[in-house]
């Protein structure tokens, strides 16, 4: 299948070079390059885009105001290219809400040089959004959820206790800066740590971690390293390094390493969840989210081969089902569940592996 893609840019220069390396895949096939929204309207309607790649600063329409005009009359995937700045960033994931699949850092200096480094990963994301599939908004849920309604009935009143020796790992890739948010503010303070790897560019990450410390009610920071993994903490790993989790005496600390990419990520998922698996054996809790490809299924295989408990997103709430799809088929997945319930999931499980330690000792 040829992928029909149409270029939305102020800039002439991005659009030419963005239009050249389209038009040189076999498989992708430009079919317009327009300068502002008002142009990119009538395009739209007359090629019906597989793709769209959208900027986010333009004159006359800014692209997240086509991008919610767009997904209201003719649902499209949409990349988008973004600025690396304080305000860049916060739009990007402001685009994400609205419904873009993904996005990709525009350069802010040597513009050519610059889009050519990026040319396999915009050509990859703008592969990986024709695949997509556009999902309808799940409402976002402003305060954590009722722990004792979700609870298992077996469990004894009182929510959940502060415990160090559960350690929750998730891991995502396309689609999952939204999906983690959701997760992410249903959650209570007291949720065991968690240690995340969302597959996102540096200098996003920091934006990313900022945006859910706001808006949950857990404290979200980018892992620095050597720090100490607390209940009610989180920790994401940086856009250009792994997070792997270390024991140390009674609690689990952060560990950054520069090694090479896994999957052609870094981080990586697999790299982060088989240090869980080695640290936090049978403590472990993981879940896998939306993206392409195949990181995260050894090492979730790894943490279920350990005792931890392992689930993934379904295909239906997915924007692209294929991490969860490859550990599925390695058999590494005890449970899936669609995104309206993985947060009631994760705190079902930290309340059942509280009770069984708690009626162990009694």
Do not use: W
């Not at 560990?255 to 969840?273: E, Q």
């Amino acid at each position: 299948m040829t992928i029909k893609v149409l270029v939305v840019d102020d800039s002439a220069l991005i659009r030419s070079l963005l239009g050249e390396m389209i038009n040189e895949e076999p498989d992708m096939l430009l079919v317009g390059a327009a300068k502002d929204p008002f142009e990119a309207r009538s395009m739209v309607n007359e090629y019906a885009p597989d793709v769209i790649t959208l900027d986010i600063e333009m004159p006359r329409m800014d692209g997240l105001t086509f991008l919610d005009k767009l997904m209201r009359a003719r649902p499209t995937p949409v990349v988008m290219i973004s600025t690396l700045t304080e305000q860049g960033s916060e739009a990007t994931f402001k685009a994400m809400e609205l419904g873009a699949i993904d996005f990709v850092p525009k350069p802010k200096l040597g513009v050519v040089e610059g889009m050519q480094a990026y040319r396999e990963l915009i050509l990859d994301k703008i592969r990986t959004a024709a695949q997509a599939k556009l999902l309808k908004r799940l409402p976002t849920v402003r305060q954590s959820l009722n722990v004792e309604a979700v609870m298992p009935k077996a469990t004894k009143p009182g929510g959940l206790r502060q415990d160090a020796d559960l350690l929750v790992a998730l891991g995502a890739s396309t689609g999952g800066p939204e999906a983690l948010k959701l997760v992410l503010m249903a959650l209570p303070p007291n949720f065991p740590g968690v240690v995340i790897t969302q597959h996102m560019p540096p200098g996003f990450t920091a934006s990313f971690a900022d945006r859910m410390n706001r808006l949950t009610q857990l404290t979200v920071v980018e892992a620095k390293g050597d720090e100490r993994i607390l209940p009610g903490h989180v920790f994401i790993a940086p856009g250009d390094q792994h997070l792997m989790v270390e024991r140390f005496g009674k609690f689990y600390v952060t560990k950054l390493s520069d090694a090479p990419p896994v999957f052609r990520h870094k981080p990586s998922v697999d790299v982060l969840f088989r240090s869980v698996a080695n640290s936090a054996g049978s403590h472990a809790i993981a879940a896998l989210f939306t993206g392409m490809g195949k990181d995260g299924a050894q090492g979730m295989l790894d943490i279920y081969q350990g005792g931890g408990f392992t689930m993934a997103q379904d295909e239906a709430s997915c924007v692209v089902y294929g991490m969860p799809r490859e550990a599925m088929a390695l058999g590494g997945v005890k449970e899936q569940h669609s995104l309206g319930q993985m947060a009631k999931q994760l705190i079902r499980q930290v309340a059942l592996r509280q009770h069984q330690t708690g009626s162990a000792t009694e």
